[in-house]
C-alpha cells in the first residue's frame, strides 16, 4: 500500500464516549488542526470554547431522520477515502470541493449497554450506529493517508506522536485500522447476536463471536503457547469482571480452573448456606456446606487435602478473617469471592503470590447464554447447562426412597457432579463432598477411584475406613452396566441420583433393590467434556 502524508490538518470527531474528548481537541486545536463535528460531540466542544465545524457546513445538508443520516456523504467519506497521491482521486477531490480529512475519532452508539439495560425492542434498534462503523471501515481502509482511532485509550499516544513529529507513523496507522475493523466486527457480532437471541433464531447461517482484549498473558496452557483473555461484553460476575485485590499475574490455567470454582459455588444459595469449592485442573476436588465458610472450607479441603495443595478457592460469600487464616495455611493460587473484609484482606497479604479476585456478585447459574469451543476447522456452539436437580421432575424407582437428609446430599452431588469431568462420580455426606471420580474412560472407574481417593483422605484425618461410607453418590450419566452400582455399594453409599435412561435401567435398579439402596432418576444429563 502506497503510504501518503501523514500530516493532519483536519479532524472528524464523533464519539457517543465522551471521555477525554475535551482535552484531546484542545491539543488537536492548540497544534492548529480543524476540528469537524457532530450532534453531541459538536456542543460538547462548543460548550468548551473550542472552534469546531458542525457537520452540516462540510456536507452543505442538514442532519435529518432524527440523526440517522448526517455523515453519510460524499463530502464525508471522499474526505476519508481519497488517495492523497491519486492523481484522479486528488482532480475528483477538486471538483466535488471534497476537502481531506486526516484524523477520524469514533466510538460507536453504545448498543451493548443498552441492550444490558433491559431496553425494549425499538430503543435497541436506534441504538444501532450506521454513519459510525461506515466511516470508520473507510478510514482504516485508507490508513495509507488516515489515522483512525475507535478507543479514548489511545488518544495519549496519538497526541504524544503528534507533538513528537508531528505525523503519526504508518506502523501506528496499520494497528490502529487493525484495531477499528474489530472493533467494528464485534459491534455487528453483538448486534447480530441480539437479533439470533431475540427473534429465538440461534442456527443464524453466520455467527460471529467477539471480545475485548483483557490482557496479553505470559503463554497459554503451556509455555510454548501464546495466549491472552478477552471479555465478551456480557459483564456477568466472575473472573472477566472480577477485581484482582493482589497477587501475580493469573495465568492461562488460573483463568480457566477459577471461572470453573466460581461457576460451581454459585450453583449454592448464599442466603441458605456459606459454601466452599476447591478447583485442581478445573475439576473439584473438594465442595463443602456450613453456617459458615470456615466450617464450609474445612469440609472441602478433608475430600481431598492432597490435591488441595495449589488449588483454586471459590466462595459463595464474602471472605472472612475466620476463613482467610485457615485458607492462607495450606499453599493456594487464587481466591476468589463476592467481597471481602479488610481484615480477611490484610490476612491475604501475607502470602505475596496468592491471588485475590473479588467480584460484585456471583454469576446467576440459571442465566441463559452460549458456550463456544474451537475444534478443527469450525467452532462448537451450544447454550449453558443452566439447569440442575432442583429443575427436574425426581422420580424415586427403588423399592425404598431416600430419607430426607438423603435426599438434601443427592441434590448437593448432583450440582456438584454437573462440574466434574465426564465421567463423573460424586459422593456426598452431610452436604459435603467426601469423593470426586473425573474424568475416567469407564464409569466404574470413576466410582472406584473416588472410593479409593476417601480412603487417602479418612487416613489423613486419622480415621477408619472411608469417607464414602454411609454417603450418598450422583453420577452425570446413566450406569450402562450394574457394575457401576455395585461400585458404590463397595464404598458404603446408601442412595444414588442420576439421569436414568440405560437399556439396562432395570438390570441396575434391581441391583439397588438387593443392596437396599435408594435410587433417584432426574431425567436430565450433564456431561462435561
Not at 488516515?146 to 501506528?172: M, S
Request: a negative charge.
Amino acid at each position: 500500500m502506497v503510504q501518503g502524508a501523514t500530516k493532519i490538518r483536519r479532524a472528524l470527531l464523533s464519539v457517543s464516549d465522551k471521555t477525554g474528548l475535551v482535552e484531546f481537541a484542545t491539543v488537536l486545536v492548540a497544534m492548529g488542526i480543524e476540528i469537524v463535528s457532530t450532534g453531541g460531540t459538536r456542543k460538547a466542544l462548543a460548550d468548551a470554547g473550542l472552534p469546531v465545524i458542525d457537520i452540516s457546513e462540510v456536507t452543505g445538508f442538514p442532519e435529518i431522520m432524527d440523526g440517522r443520516v448526517k455523515t453519510l456523504h460524499p463530502k464525508v467519506h471522499g474526505g476519508l477515502l481519497g488517495i492523497r497521491s491519486n492523481d484522479a482521486h486528488k482532480s475528483a477531490m477538486r471538483i466535488h470541493d471534497i476537502s481531506p480529512i486526516d484524523l477520524l475519532v469514533v466510538n460507536l452508539y453504545p448498543f451493548a449497554e443498552t441492550v444490558a439495560k433491559g431496553a425494549d425492542y425499538d430503543e435497541v434498534i436506534e441504538n444501532i450506529d450506521i454513519g459510525g462503523p461506515a466511516m470508520i471501515r473507510a478510514a482504516a481502509k485508507n490508513h495509507g493517508d488516515v489515522t483512525v482511532i475507535v478507543d479514548p485509550a489511545d488518544y495519549e499516544n496519538v497526541l504524544a506522536a503528534l507533538k513528537d513529529t508531528g505525523e503519526v507513523p504508518y506502523p501506528d496507522r496499520q494497528k490502529y485500522a487493525a484495531k477499528a475493523y474489530a472493533r467494528t466486527a464485534a459491534y455487528d457480532a453483538a448486534v447480530s447476536n441480539w437479533f439470533a437471541k431475540t427473534l429465538e433464531t440461534p442456527d443464524l447461517a453466520w455467527r460471529s463471536f467477539s471480545g475485548k482484549l483483557r490482557e496479553t498473558m505470559r503463554y497459554g496452557e503451556n509455555p510454548h503457547q501464546w495466549a491472552a483473555f478477552y471479555a465478551d461484553g456480557s459483564n456477568r460476575p466472575g473472573v472477566a469482571t472480577a477485581r484482582q485485590v493482589q497477587g501475580k499475574q493469573l495465568s492461562f490455567n488460573n483463568i480457566n480452573d477459577t471461572d470453573a470454582a466460581f461457576e460451581l459455588v454459585a450453583e449454592f444459595d448464599p442466603k441458605a448456606t456459606a459454601a466452599v469449592a476447591i478447583i485442581k485442573h478445573a475439576n473439584p476436588c473438594g465442595v463443602g456446606q456450613g453456617t459458615t465458610l470456615v466450617e464450609a472450607y474445612e469440609a472441602a479441603r478433608m475430600c481431598d487435602p492432597v490435591s488441595a495443595f495449589g488449588g483454586i478457592v471459590a466462595l459463595n460469600r464474602p471472605l472472612d478473617e475466620a476463613v482467610a487464616t485457615e485458607i492462607v495455611k495450606l499453599f493456594t493460587e487464587v481466591i476468589i469471592a463476592p467481597g471481602a473484609s479488610e481484615g480477611a484482606i490484610e490476612i491475604i497479604e501475607g502470602k505475596k503470590n496468592l491471588r485475590l479476585l473479588l467480584t460484585d456478585d456471583l454469576p446467576n447459574a440459571k442465566a441463559d447464554g452460549l458456550t463456544v469451543r474451537s475444534v478443527s476447522g469450525g467452532l462448537l456452539v451450544q447454550t449453558r447447562d443452566n439447569q440442575n436437580a432442583d429443575d427436574c421432575e425426581l422420580k424415586v424407582v427403588t423399592q425404598r426412597a431416600p430419607t430426607e437428609q438423603e435426599m438434601a446430599d443427592l441434590l448437593v452431588a448432583a450440582k456438584v457432579a454437573k462440574h466434574v469431568k465426564s465421567n463423573a462420580i460424586v459422593y456426598v455426606k452431610d452436604g459435603a463432598t467426601v469423593g470426586i471420580g473425573a474424568g475416567q474412560m469407564s464409569r466404574v472407574d470413576s466410582a472406584r477411584i473416588a472410593h479409593r481417593k476417601s480412603k487417602d483422605a479418612a487416613k489423613a484425618a486419622k480415621l477408619k475406613g472411608a469417607l464414602t461410607e454411609g454417603s450418598v453418590v450422583a453420577s452425570d450419566a446413566f450406569f450402562p452396566f450394574a457394575d457401576g452400582l455395585e461400585a458404590l455399594v463397595e464404598a458404603g453409599a446408601t442412595a444414588v441420583i442420576q439421569p436414568g435412561g440405560s437399556v439396562r435401567d432395570e438390570e441396575v435398579i434391581a441391583a439397588a433393590d438387593k443392596a437396599g439402596l435408594a435410587m433417584v432418576f432426574t431425567g436430565m444429563r450433564h456431561f462435561r467434556h
